[in-house]
């Protein structure tokens, strides 16, 4: 195949560098010089616990809302602007059974500045104040911001339920991980979340960047040692301290029987949600395994659920390579939900036994290589692999997982296939009057 | 073919027109791995009522959607296929004014840009194939019938427009796409996917001349008559205030659109959008007055948020998100766009966004998708968007004010609400 050729003609050949800046603080450097922006990220990574998912999911948002330098909206969004509109956002993600909390910032390259400003320097220095320096009244967060960054976290988990195919996918993984780490959501629960109390939570930022792992990750023009130096001075007063390990996600129990979840709301289309587990723990396998039975357009979900069936309009598969999992979603109408429930099963027995043109084999493995490709094209999906990768302690770049994926045969995808067993079914309906 | 360069910006677009009237622009990327196409026709949800030979035809709503799906049936399979073999990402969107196809890919590009221009230009429907889709778009309709952000927008475009097809759903409705036969979509095929109705834009590691070669081989020869449409005939009064309904949500959510006076086609429709742009950032974006006054009261969330979008015939700005008292909100937008006619815009202030909206506009250069429809559309309405930072420079405050004044008043403005059931 020419495909390998093809794919490195011309690229920037891009060298990934991971170094250790202070105790429990890490920087991946990535050079890239086609993007008109530079990306700056910072992630403390944390084990996902019920006592302190919530706390530490509303800190970034109350840590955005004013530094000692900056000490309200007004004066970060103005010094924001007239860094020709560079955007620092707070983030809180789940990697594994990690929560990652942080901030990244997102600003134009030097080259395109007017005035040729350099604006890593200012961008860095601000996201250390806005991560060490927050404004503070008598030793705690200002009660104004913790009260109403509050409410909103209270908002934010209500309305997860706004959406309805992510709340069902979000009820899926509950139910099927209740009493696991990989069950909590990434912002906790509204009673956790409505426990919170100033004082404590405050305590909890001391705790958090004190001890846990942070994840610093830049790409763009500027040189690894500019960099460094630029994060060293921004974070010179960050704490350090008993720095805690970042969690490993446990294997997932393999169920005696299905368990079976249904709800009702009131709405016009039903959601139908299936969580397998997988005996096995070859990744590039299981990548591929996945792609077949639901992870692309051109898998047997797609193919025969939605196209040849027409029972929904979209119906999918994930594999969470983090936990070793899948979960299907799908969407249909109510009185359809044993013909999709039994389909998706069919579908998946057609992989085990490998009823598999060569077709789709070729297919499923181009999907992931042009994904694994195609990844240095965007900061965005860089910063989010890399962190990801470092939160769950795994090493590999894209082009390692790529040649895993390309190397890997049919006989052990239906190997991994073999170990991949239903565990629990998450049906959405409407209410019985509508039905 | 000719090439332009945009230092300001650090890039360049080759163009070529063949002589069936098709656009080609190419942005050559040197450094990315993917390469992208998009093809694209001058014809979306509100385009349902257009002469074709001589004869007007009132086509059902959603079909120019419906359409999008059944093109990629193809007369061996499905196109969709053809490309995922290929490691290629197709997809496609209908929106009010624009269908687009496309795909992404790092292996395979000008084999896979063959296949998209044959596919969505060779149409292939069976009075089969066009019921099972009914299916398919019914389940889509219902799924975004649930989504409140869907139901909001909608029931603020059918507020702000009494005639316009802005108003109408791009999708349909599960009743109106019931009668949609194989034989309206060759229609509105043949009248809207012709050559000259259509842009074919592809940014990547590619070889221009290779690209038009396909083009040139693939297509059609013949171009295709201008299709006169009719949008209806919209007054300059609102359809109506206040619209609100109870759904299944969390907490009660708002839009307030303002109807706004359309633009004409050149570099002044541009213009207009980068001013509704400003005007937005300055009257409501998030580092304005209002915005923090409003964060600071627990009015608002960072769900708020506004903008300005404009279709033929049709502008308008909007803005909202969660909040507990949308009456209170939308009085204030009222009240503080008033302010700024009367007292003026702080010199300060406005420079701010001025950067910054440079700053968003550059950022927005990084995405393959977002270069290919910003071109196609500007090549639809006649000016070219890479020459933003030119416009830029000739944007003062009183243009800011004088659109605020004009546009932003109450007569002109609606509310629609979600509220929890």
Partial sequence: MSSRMESAKGVEHVEVTRTQLAEGVNLTYLPARKFKTSLLSAQFVTPLRPETVSGNALLPAILRRGTVSCPDLGALSARLDNLYGARIDYTVRKKGENQCVGFVASFIDDSFTPGREKLLEPVAELLGELVCDPVTQHGRFVPAYFESEKTNLIDAIRSIVNDKRDYADSRLLQEMCAGEPYGISRLGSEKQAERLQPQKLYAQYGQLIATSQLELFYSGSASMERVERALRSAFSTLPRENIREIALAADHPKPTEPKMVEEEMDVTQGKLGMGFTCGSDDTAALLMGNTLFGGSSNSKLFLNVREKLSLCYFASSVYHRQKGIITVSSGIEFENYQKAYDEIMRQLEAVQKGELEDWELESARSVLLNAYASMGDSQGKLENFYIGQAATGQEETPELLARQVREVSLQRILDAMATVSLDTVYFLKGKEAQA | ?421
Wanted: proline share 5%.
């Fill in chain 2, 1 to 421: 073919m000719k090439q332009t360069f945009y230092e300001r910006i650090g890039e360049a677009v080759c163009r070529e027109t063949l002589p069936n009237g098709l656009r080609i622009n190419i942005v050559p990327k040197r450094d990315y791995a993917k390469s992208y196409a998009f093809f694209a026709t001058r014809y979306g949800g509100m385009d349902t009522r257009f002469c074709l030979n001589g004869k007007w035809l009132d086509t059902p709503a959603g079909i120019a959607h419906y359409l999008e799906h059944k093109m990629f049936d193809t007369k061996e399979g499905n196109a969709l296929q053809e490309l995922a073999k290929n490691g290629a990402e197709p997809n496609a969107f209908t929106s009010n004014a624009i269908t687009g196809y496309y795909f992404d890919s790092t292996t395979h590009f000008e084999e896979n840009l063959e296949i998209l221009l044959s596919f969505v230009s060779v149409p292939y429907f069976t009075e089969e194939s066009v019921a099972k889709e009914q299916g398919i778009i019914g389940q889509e309709i219902r799924m975004i019938e649930d989504n409140p952000d869907w139901q909001i927008y909608t029931r603020m475009m059918k507020a702000l427009y009494a005639a316009s097809t802005a108003r109408t759903s791009i999708a349909g409705t599960v009743e109106s796409i019931s009668h949609i036969t194989a034989e309206t979509l060759y229609d509105c095929h043949k009248a809207f996917y012709t050559p000259s109705n259509m842009v074919l834009t592809v940014v990547g590691n590619v070889d221009p001349v290779h690209v038009v070669d396909i083009a040139r081989r693939v297509l059609p020869r013949e171009g295709g008559p201008a299709i006169p449409r009719d949008y209806g005939t919209e007054p300059a009064q609102v359809a109506e205030k206040e619209t609100k309904l109870a759904m299944e949500v969390s907490c009660p959510q708002f839009l307030t659109g303002f109807k706004c006076t359309p633009a004409e086609d050149g570099e002044g429709y541009m213009r207009q959008s980068l001013i509704g742009d400003m005007a937005c950032d300055i009257l409501l974006g998030d580092s304005s007055p209002l915005y923090l006054r409003l964060y600071d009261q627990g009015l608002i969330n960072t769900s708020f948020g506004g903008a300005y979008e404009m279709m033929p015939g049709v502008a308008y700005l909007y803005a909202g998100g969660d909040s507990k008292d949308a009456r209170a909100v939308t009085a204030e937008i009222q009240k503080e766009a008033k302010r700024l006619v009367e007292e003026g815009i702080d010199e300060d202030f406005y420079q701010r966004v001025r950067r910054a909206s440079f700053g968003s506009n550059l950022r927005g250069l990084n995405s393959f998708e977002n270069i290919a429809v910003s071109l196609s559309e500007g090549y639809f309405h006649g000016y070219d968007p890479f020459r933003f930072p030119q416009v830029f420079d000739t944007i003062t405050k009183d243009d800011i004010t004088a659109f605020l004044r004009e546009n932003l008043t109450a007569d002109r403005a609606v509310l629609s609400e979600i509220v929890p059931k």
